[in-house]
Every structure is written in structure tokens, then in C-alpha cells.
């Protein structure tokens, strides 16, 4: 199999979201990305002029209430991301292999930007670790945050993996694994171009069910956004479908790149006692052993995956705030934040479930 991309920052993937009124100017995502051109080079950079800080998954709201306080605008800022997608990876395409003087002209072209719009920042998410590095400027300020991610160390299966667990860990899961069979459920991991049509309607009237319960929302895609994906993308798309009594109950969407599998949305007809756990973990963690991906990236949030084996890791965004005694306050917030993260990866690790060592 040819190397996968990462999915998120494919044009397929970025127009799909504009083109399906997912990420436009409507819903507070106006796309005005930084494209730099410069001989043989090549790059593109997301970009979005946003009046609001929703979908981003760092959360700033402290900071706008903060500018409000104080007679100031925080509104509207600028936003380097993959809109509603709070997923590590790089955050510009280049023809060559991307250095820190490009980054530099980037960051140039987008203070310009910040000027024109009267954007009081600039905040760039979850970038992997070699744009962190090549972004690195005393103008930005560094944010860390954690997210809790499952490492593949040469599983062959999935009980290569329980056997490194303590025996009591290793038991829950079998016990919740074992709930699911007795419902009589069964589920099936269809690969993009094997997902049905109708299947992709169900999905969708979960994912709007999910959001409806956690928020009174249809959610942030639409029903188009993941038409272009399945279409325009589906060898990188995967989808675990459960069915009971012949009738499918619950889906759960991957999207997937040689190096990582990506757990996205996920959405049930009922209560089903562990159903969320074997779709949304456990089948994720099968389906990384069988590909020979060496991650799995289930989401933000959910400190209930440590005991399931999945490890705190630190994530980071980058800012460039305007004011400049802002700047100041908010890199102090920042320091104290960063010593709160520590502690709170040494504390998740002793709460994760392998035997020591």
C-alpha cells in the first residue's frame, strides 16, 4: 500500500468542508489561508477569520472574557486548524521539505493579515512536532495541552496487548467485551469504498443524535461534508457498523494515515451497555494492530481511556496575541498552565493499567 497522507490537511478534506457550509463564512470559519510561493516552493497554510472560538478544542473563552472586561476587542482573531478537528499533524503543505525560513515568512504574511483584518490574534492548533519546532519565534507564545492516545508496540493482536495489563485490568475489558456478545450484537469494520449508502444516512442521523444529547445541536458538519469524504476520499476512511438482530444499531467513523488512526464520531439507536467502548476503543485498537498503524488517536478529552490503556501525551498550539500587555498576562497564564499539565501526566500515567515494570 502507497504512503496515506494525513488526511485532515488533504484539499479534499479542507473543500469538503468549505464547499459542504461546514467551515465558511456563515459559520464563523472564513477561509483566508496563506499560500507562499517562492521558486520551486510551494506551500499552503489553513487560515480562518473566525468571530467566535468554537469547534477549536483550545480553549481561549478566559482570554476574550478577559479582553471584554477590559473595553477590548478579542473578536475577530485569526485560527491556524483543522476546523472541529483537534488532531496532531502538520499544519502546511509544501512541495519540499518545509524549514524554518518559510515558517517565518508565513508568520510574516499572516501578522499582515492580522493588520488588514484588525484580528487581535493568531492562534495555530495542534501542529506535530516539526512545525512546532520550525515555528519556533520569540513573537508566539507556546500553549500545551494532553490528550490521551494508544501506542501500538508491536501488538500482533489484541491479546498481545491485554497480556501487558494487570489482571484486574485485563479482566474489565474482557468482562465489557464479553457484554456486548451477550446483546447479541455484532459488528462489522467496513473499509470506505464497502461503506453503503444507506448506511452513511444512518451515521449521520447518529451523529446528529449524539450532538443533540450533549448539546441541543445538529452538530458542527453537515450531511454533505461527509458525502465529499466518502466520495472523494475513502481510502482513508473507516467505519465500524454494530448490528443486532440484522438491524444496525451503531456506527463509529475512522479516518486513518500510514502512521495513525484517527477515532472521529460515533453514534448509537439505544443504550447499549460497553457498546461505546468496543466501537469507539477496542475495535479501533484491533483495526490499528491488524493495519500496522503505531498510533491511535481517539479524541479529546476522556480521562476514562487511561484505564484502558491509553497514554496521557502532550499536544500544543502556538499564539501571537497583539497587545502587547495581554501578551504579557497571558504568557504567565501559560506557565502556571504548563506546570498544571505536568502534573497531571505524572498522575495519568500512575493510573494507567500495564504491569510495572
Given at each position: 500500500m502507497s504512503a496515506l497522507p494525513y488526511p485532515f490537511l488533504r484539499e479534499t478534506f479542507l473543500v469538503a468542508l468549505e464547499e459542504s457550509g461546514s467551515a465558511c463564512i456563515e459559520s464563523g470559519w472564513e477561509?483566508?489561508?496563506?499560500?507562499?510561493?517562492?521558486?520551486?516552493?510551494?506551500?499552503?497554510?489553513?487560515?480562518?477569520?473566525?468571530?467566535?472560538?468554537?469547534?477549536?478544542?483550545?480553549?481561549?473563552?478566559?482570554?476574550?472574557?478577559?479582553?471584554?472586561?477590559?473595553?477590548?476587542?478579542?473578536?475577530?482573531?485569526?485560527?491556524?486548524?483543522?476546523?472541529?478537528?483537534?488532531?496532531?499533524?502538520?499544519?502546511?503543505?509544501?512541495?519540499?521539505?518545509?524549514?524554518?525560513?518559510?515558517?517565518?515568512?508565513?508568520?510574516?504574511?499572516?501578522?499582515?493579515?492580522?493588520?488588514?483584518?484588525?484580528?487581535?490574534?493568531?492562534?495555530?492548533?495542534?501542529?506535530?512536532?516539526?512545525?512546532?519546532?520550525?515555528?519556533?519565534?520569540?513573537?508566539?507564545?507556546?500553549?500545551?495541552?494532553?490528550?490521551?492516545?494508544?501506542?501500538?508496540?508491536?501488538?500482533?493482536?489484541?491479546?498481545?496487548?491485554?497480556?501487558?495489563?494487570?489482571?484486574?485490568?485485563?479482566?474489565?475489558?474482557?468482562?465489557?467485551?464479553?457484554?456486548?456478545?451477550?446483546?447479541?450484537?455484532?459488528?462489522?469494520?467496513?473499509?470506505?469504498?464497502?461503506?453503503?449508502?444507506?448506511?452513511?444516512?444512518?451515521?449521520?442521523?447518529?451523529?446528529?443524535?449524539?450532538?443533540?444529547?450533549?448539546?441541543?445541536?445538529?452538530?458542527?458538519?453537515?450531511e454533505e461534508f461527509f458525502q465529499k469524504i466518502a466520495s472523494g476520499m475513502p481510502e482513508q476512511i473507516a467505519m465500524s457498523v454494530a448490528t443486532q438482530d440484522g438491524r444496525p444499531i451503531a456506527c463509529a467513523l475512522y479516518l486513518f494515515d500510514s502512521h495513525t488512526l484517527y477515532g472521529r464520531y460515533w453514534g448509537s439507536l439505544g443504550e447499549f451497555p460497553f457498546l461505546h467502548f468496543e466501537l469507539c476503543y477496542y475495535r479501533g485498537i484491533e483495526f490499528a494492530i491488524n493495519m500496522g498503524l503505531k498510533r491511535y488517536d481517539a479524541g479529546a478529552q476522556g480521562e476514562h481511556k487511561l484505564v484502558r490503556g491509553f497514554e496521557p501525551i502532550k499536544t500544543h498550539s502556538l499564539h501571537w496575541i497583539r497587545h502587547p500587555e495581554f501578551k504579557k498576562a497571558i504568557a504567565r497564564f501559560l506557565g502556571e498552565e504548563n506546570h498544571a499539565i505536568d502534573a497531571h501526566i505524572e498522575q495519568a500515567n500512575e493510573m494507567l493499567p500495564f504491569k510495572k515494570s
Open positions: 477561509p483566508v489561508h496563506v499560500t507562499l510561493k517562492d521558486g520551486e516552493t510551494d506551500c499552503f497554510m489553513p487560515l480562518y477569520l473566525k468571530d467566535h472560538s468554537m469547534g477549536e478544542y483550545v480553549f481561549d473563552y478566559a482570554w476574550a472574557n478577559a479582553y471584554h472586561q477590559n473595553g477590548l476587542e478579542y473578536y475577530p482573531k485569526l485560527v491556524t486548524a483543522v476546523p472541529f478537528t483537534p488532531s496532531t499533524g502538520s499544519r502546511v503543505r509544501c512541495t519540499e521539505d518545509l524549514n524554518q525560513q518559510h515558517c517565518r515568512q508565513i508568520i510574516d504574511e499572516v501578522i499582515n493579515i492580522a493588520e488588514d483584518t484588525e484580528a487581535s490574534s493568531w492562534h495555530l492548533l495542534f501542529p506535530e512536532e516539526n512545525d512546532l519546532a520550525l515555528f519556533d519565534d520569540p513573537r508566539l507564545l507556546k500553549r500545551t495541552g494532553v490528550q490521551y492516545h494508544w501506542m501500538n508496540k508491536d501488538y500482533q493482536c489484541f491479546d498481545d496487548y491485554l497480556a501487558g495489563m494487570t489482571s484486574r485490568k485485563r479482566k474489565m475489558i474482557k468482562k465489557e467485551r464479553d457484554e456486548v456478545v451477550r446483546q447479541n450484537i455484532q459488528i462489522e469494520i467496513l473499509l470506505g469504498a464497502d461503506i453503503r449508502a444507506d448506511i452513511w444516512e444512518l451515521f449521520y442521523r447518529l451523529y446528529e443524535r449524539t450532538y443533540a444529547k450533549r448539546n441541543g445541536t445538529r452538530g458542527y458538519l453537515t
